[in-house]
T-cell receptor, first 115, second 112 residues
């Protein structure tokens, strides 16, 4: 499977715990995006990487959230001291900078439930 | 404020029937508009993309229209199938930005 993959698919944690999600983009894609989607809503942009550089961060990305893409390939999204309001689907997408349409291909998402 | 609004919020139709979903946006300056299909528990998948100069684009049974003057788009689904049951999300890109503006989606249910 050469699509975008995300792990884990589901995560249940207790309030106050830290969680980390991983995204593996399509191999030749140099752009990577993280989104958050709550039930019944469209995805909301969190952050964007071009290669290993984090170029944009949304105001939604509080100081409890941190994303990395150390080698310009896979990315991790960490949430510290989780709160119940963090419960959502976290989507990762990737695209190829040479694609003028910049089509973003989404992974299946990681569903986070904070108890 | 950059916004994307979709209607209806949800829709139930009989298999074989046609339907039309609406999208109004205020995102500016406009770069392109996509319709995505999102199955339950899955990531969105792009159906069509339209730029400022395009009025209509088809992808099989899906036909999207764009009126850049009124900032409206529609997605028409012909001869619906049970597998069309999903959320359809309108997504607008702003020129010069790398982030996208998503609508809240229309939840379509096709019943036999």
């Amino acid at each position: 499977d050469t699509g975008v993959s995300q792990n884990p698919r589901h995560k249940i944690t207790k309030r106050g715990q830290n969680v980390t999600f991983r995204c593996d983009p399509i191999s030749e894609h140099n752009r990577l995006y993280w989104y958050r989607q709550t039930l019944g809503q469209g995805p909301e942009f969190l952050t964007y990487f071009q290669n290993e550089a984090q170029l944009e961060k949304s105001r939604l990305l509080s100081d409890r959230f941190s994303a990395e893409r150390p080698k310009g390939s896979f990315s991790t999204l960490e949430i510290q001291r989780t709160e119940q309001g963090d419960s959502a689907m976290y989507l990762c997408a990737s695209s190829f900078m040479g694609d003028h349409a910049d089509t973003q291909y989404f992974g299946p998402g990681t569903r986070l439930t904070v108890l | 404020k950059n916004q994307v609004e979709q209607s209806p919020q949800s829709l139930i139709i009989l298999e074989g029937k046609n339907c039309t979903l609406q999208c109004n946006y205020t995102v500016s300056p406009f770069s392109n508009l996509r319709w995505y299909k999102q199955d339950t528990g899955r990531g969105p998948v792009s159906l069509t993309i339209m730029t400022f100069s395009e009025n209509t684009k088809s992808n099989g049974r899906y036909t999207a229209t764009l009126d850049a003057d009124t900032k409206q788009s529609s997605l028409h689904i012909t001869a619906s199938q049970l597998s069309d049951s999903a959320s359809y999300i309108c997504v607008v890109r702003r020129t010069g930005a790398n982030n996208l503006f998503f609508g809240t989606g229309t939840r379509l249910t096709v019943i036999p």
